[in-house]
C-alpha cells in the first residue's frame, strides 16, 4: 500500500491564483503564479517543493520611508558635487605627464571646493590641499582650462594679518578713487571684512594681487561662488551685488577664455531689480504684491528694507555707471534705465558728501549722464542748415552741462589726472555728434563738421598728454572704465585720422598726433608696465594682462600702419579688411568696434605677438 501522507493534493484542487501583491514570498522572488487551495494552507508551488509558504508583506506593511527635508536634499546634492570635484582634481593630478615633482606644483596653493553654507551664512568655501601642477594647464587655449575640465584652479592662500591689512589699504587708497562704488572707512579692518562680508573682501583680493596666476585663480573661485549663491540657492542681498561690482568695475585684472561682460553686467542688473534700489523704498505698511499666494507655508513678505541707505545709494548708482560704460563698449546690452529715485540717491550722496570718495562717483556719474545725451542726435532732416543747428544747439547744451560740473569741483580734484581724463572722453563723445549724423559730402564745405573734427584731434591729443605721463605704477590700479576710454579714444583718433574730405589735410593731422606713434607709445609703456609695478607673470604661458595687451596693441599697429602710414610698410604688408570701410559708416563702427572688443583689452582671448 502506497503512503501518500505526504504526496502533494492533484493540481485540480488549486483552482484559485492568488490577487495581485498578494503572492507569497517565494513566488513573489521567482515571478511565478501563486496557485492556491480554496480551503487555504500553503499553494501548489511551496507544497511541491516542500518549502515554507509564507505571504509577501503588502505595500502599506512595509515601512515608510522618512521624507528627507529639503535642506537635507540639498545637502545631499552639495556632497555629490563636493565628491566629483575631489575626484576630478585627483585624477587630473594622476594623469599629468611622467616625471613631473613636486618642485613642478604652484606652491602655496589649494583647490577650492563648494561645501553647504552654514548656519551662520558666514562660510563660503572650504580649501582642500590637492596641488595641481602647473603642467597640466593646456597651453593651446591661452594657458587657460578647458571648458569640459571641472577641476579648480589652485588659489593662494589666506594672507597673513599684516597682508590682508596691505591689501585693503592699497585698494582703498589706490584703486578704489577709479571706481568709489563703496565706503571702506579707515577703522574698517581687513579681518572684520573678512569675517563680515567675505565675497567682497575675496573680490577685492582679485582686484589687488599682483600674481598673474592668482588673477586667474581667483576669478574661477569668484565665478564658482556666482554659480553657487546666485543660480542654486537664490541669494539676493547687497553683499553679492558690492562683490560683482567689484568684479566688475576691475574686469580687466581677470583674463579668461571667454567674455563675460553682457552676462555679468544682466546679474548686477538683475540684483538691483531684485532688490528694489532703483526705486523708492516701500512704506512700513505696504504688502507684497503676491502677499496672498502662500510659498512653502509662509506669506511673502516684502523683501527690501523701508530705509534707503548710503550703501544702496553708491551700489545703484555704481550699477548704473559700470552697465553704461559696457553697454558702450560692447553694443550689446542696455544700461540700467536711470529713474527719478536714482536722481534723488545722486542728489543726496553730493550733499552729504559722507566719503572723499562721493564726490568722485557724482562726477563719473554726471558725465556719464551728460554721455549719454550724445545719443539722442536730432532727428535727421532733409535740410542740412536746419540739421547743422540742431546739432549745434546739442552740442552747446551738453558742454554747457560739462562747464557746470567742473564749477561743482574743488581745484585739487580738477587737478587730477584721473578726472581730466574722465572730463575729455566726455568731450571727445559730444564732439563726435557732428561726425555721424551731418548729411554726405557736398561740394561746399561744412564748417561745423571741419570744427567738430579739429576738436576731435585736440581733444586727443590732451587724452594722450595725460595718460602717457601717468607713472607705470599707476597702471596697475587703472579700472574697466579708464581702459573702455583708452580704446574710445584710440577710435576716434583713427576715425579722424582716416577722414577724407575737401578741406581736411591728413598730414595736418600726423604732424598734431600720429596714431601710429601713439600705438608704439603704449606698446613701450604696457610692456614696462609688470617690472614697475611688481606685477608677477606666473601663468604658464608667462602672460599677464598688460602684456597680453601690448600683444594686442602690436597686432592693431600690424592693422592700421598700411593705411595711416604705408611708407612705413613693405610690399607685403595688407591692410585689415575693417579699415577699408568708411571711417564714418555705422558698419566701420560696429566693425572696429566688435574686433577692438575681442583683441585690444586683456579680458578677452587676446591674439599671439
Partial sequence: ???????????????????????????????????????????????????????????????????????????????????????????????????????????????????????????????????????????????????????????????????????????????????????????????????????????????????SMGQQAIGEKIRRIVAEKLIIQHEKNLEILLGLLAYMGWANMHMGPQPFLCMYTHLILGLVQDLGLDKPPPRADEQHPMACVKAHGFILKMAVSSVRSMEERRAVLATFLISAEVSIFIRKNDPLRWTPHMEECLQILEDKNESPLDRILVCMVKLRLVGDETAKSPAISSDPSELRLLQAFQTKALNSQVQTIKTSLPPTLLADPMIQLLFLNTEMEISEIGLFQTPPKSANPDTSRLASLASCVRIARAWFDIFLAIPLPHYLNFGFCIMAHLSRIILSLYRVSTHDGLDWDRQVIRDTIDVIDILDALMVRFEGVPAQSGLVSDRPDGGDMFTLSARATRTMRAAWIPVLAPERVGALAQPFDAMMLDAFSPEFAESLNSWMADTFLPWETAPGA
Fill in 1 to 211: 500500500m502506497v503512503d501518500n501522507i505526504n504526496m502533494p493534493p492533484p493540481a485540480s484542487e488549486f483552482t484559485n491564483t492568488a490577487p495581485y501583491g498578494r503572492a507569497c514570498v517565494n513566488c513573489s522572488r521567482a515571478k511565478c503564479k501563486c496557485m492556491r487551495r480554496p480551503t487555504g494552507g500553503a499553494c501548489e508551488r511551496c507544497l511541491r517543493l516542500q518549502k515554507e509558504c509564507r505571504p509577501a508583506p503588502s505595500a502599506r506593511d512595509r515601512p515608510a520611508k522618512k521624507a528627507a527635508s529639503r535642506t537635507a536634499k540639498l545637502e545631499e546634492k552639495l556632497d555629490d558635487l563636493v565628491t566629483l570635484l575631489r575626484s576630478s582634481a585627483q585624477s587630473s593630478a594622476q594623469s599629468a605627464a611622467p616625471g613631473t615633482t613636486p618642485s613642478d606644483t604652484v606652491p602655496g596653493h589649494t583647490n577650492n571646493v563648494l561645501l553647504p553654507p552654514s548656519e551662520t551664512g558666514a562660510t563660503f568655501l572650504a580649501t582642500e590641499s590637492v596641488p595641481t601642477p602647473a603642467t597640466s594647464l593646456p597651453h593651446g587655449n591661452g594657458g587657460y582650462p578647458s571648458p569640459s575640465s571641472s577641476a579648480p584652479l589652485p588659489t593662494p592662500g589666506e594672507l597673513s594679518p599684516i597682508e590682508a591689512e596691505k591689501t585693503l589699504d592699497r585698494f582703498r587708497s589706490e584703486k578704489l578713487k577709479y571706481f568709489p562704488f563703496v565706503h571702506l572707512p579707515e577703522i574698517l579692518s581687513a579681518a572684520q571684512l573678512a569675517a563680515e562680508r567675505p565675497f567682497l573682501w575675496l573680490c577685492i583680493r582679485g582686484a589687488t594681487t599682483k600674481s
